[in-house]
């Protein structure tokens, strides 16, 4: 409280000062005058962002409900370009949360960032009766477009191989190069409370990239979109509790991509797309070992498939609706599932 009032103390001197020199009764050229405010306001504003830089983002969006000047700083692209977790804030959900929305109406174009330090986070609260007054509670809730990455990804990021799954190795051997042993240099997102990760409407451009994403409760999936744009780079996602999907895409028009990622142990599909959902493009991905198809789509959706490798599922490689557009491209290696390895088409029978 003590640094916030010193900071406040600063900014009013700024203030003052600025006002003192823009004040009509100072003999000044109408020119002249027009400079100095605007040199005096960008100064002002500057030193407001440097000072909010070093906060916490509580107590930057106390600082901004003070006054109007604080408000816009508050609202600048530079203090929300990288926000480290746990550095600013220790849940990543509040950090989401903290995020001002107006930024994307302001600023189109900019897109927050979220780095995750390495390390196992628990987001979400357990169920209780407050879930039939409020909405589905999840882990990390998204409701504006960020990137949400881990830290040392982003540090290392001209490295183009990072994130890459070895695709031959892990059909060949059912075991994922990351599970040979404990990974220091990972993100954990572990949820105690619906999914894991919600990616709600308005945060369309999402873009999540290398975390391990898993949750255990039922019907509770590791990530579902909702958003009609969307991507996956580099991430681990499983959801062991019964009929849990690793990635559930639901809407109308939805599209997005994933790439580089592995869905694994879920108790339902890998990836399930919903009524219409898609075009889903998945690229060089391994979805293994779940209880259902590795993907399920409903009638209405479509998806492409790139050098992806779809074993060890329960039942199909692919379980579609007889309308959903499936492309297969080249690469594509699918083995060793339960009923098939070929794409089954429900009710393929009624069109015979």
């Not at 406040?8 to 100072?26: A, E, M, N, T, V």
């Not at 009609?228 to 681990?236: A, V």
């Not at 009524?275 to 259902?292: A, D, E, F, Q």
């Amino acid at each position: 409280l003590v640094f916030i009032f010193v900071c406040g103390f600063i900014y009013r001197k700024l203030s003052l000062s600025h006002l003192s020199i823009s004040h009509p009764r100072i003999p000044q050229a109408a020119t002249q005058k027009k400079r100095a405010d605007t040199t005096k306001a960008l100064e002002v504003e500057d030193v407001t962002v440097i000072i909010m830089s070093f906060l916490p983002l509580v107590d930057r969006s106390r600082m901004a409900s003070t006054c109007k000047a604080l408000h816009s700083a508050w609202l600048s692209p530079r203090l929300w370009t990288r926000i480290i977790v746990p550095d600013y804030c220790s849940s990543i959900n509040l950090t989401v949360k903290a995020i001002p929305r107006a930024l994307g109406r302001i600023f189109p174009s900019f897109i927050p960032k979220v780095l995750v330090r390495p390390g196992i986070y628990w987001e979400g609260r357990t169920r209780g009766i407050s879930v039939l007054f409020k909405r589905r509670p999840c882990g990390v809730f998204i409701d504006k477009k960020i990137i949400l990455e881990n830290y040392l990804t982003a540090q290392r990021s001209n490295n183009a191989d990072n994130g890459k799954i070895d695709l031959m190795k892990a059909e060949a051997t059912g075991i994922l190069p990351f599970e040979d042993k404990k990974n220091v240099d990972a993100v954990y997102i572990r949820s105690n409370a619906g999914e894991a990760i919600t990616i709600a409407s308005g945060a369309e451009g999402t873009m999540l990239r290398d975390l391990n994403i898993s949750i255990d409760r039922f019907s509770s999936h590791g990530v579902a979109v909702y958003a009609t744009d969307f991507s996956l780079k580099g991430c681990r996602i499983s959801a062991t509790g019964t009929n849990a999907c690793g990635l559930l895409i639901s809407g109308s028009g939805i599209k997005g991509t994933i790439s580089d990622c592995s869905l694994t142990r879920c108790g339902g599909s890998g990836v399930l797309l919903a009524y219409n959902s898609g075009p889903l493009m998945v690229k060089r991905c391994y979805i293994g070992s779940n209880r259902w198809s590795g993907i399920g789509a409903f009638a209405g959706s479509s998806m492409s498939l790139a050098k992806t490798v779809i074993t060890r599922n329960h039942l199909h490689s692919i379980g579609a609706a007889v309308d959903v557009r499936c492309e297969l491209g080249d690469g594509n290696i699918f083995s060793h599932n339960g009923r098939g390895d070929s794409v089954h088409r429900y009710l393929a029978y009624e069109h015979s």
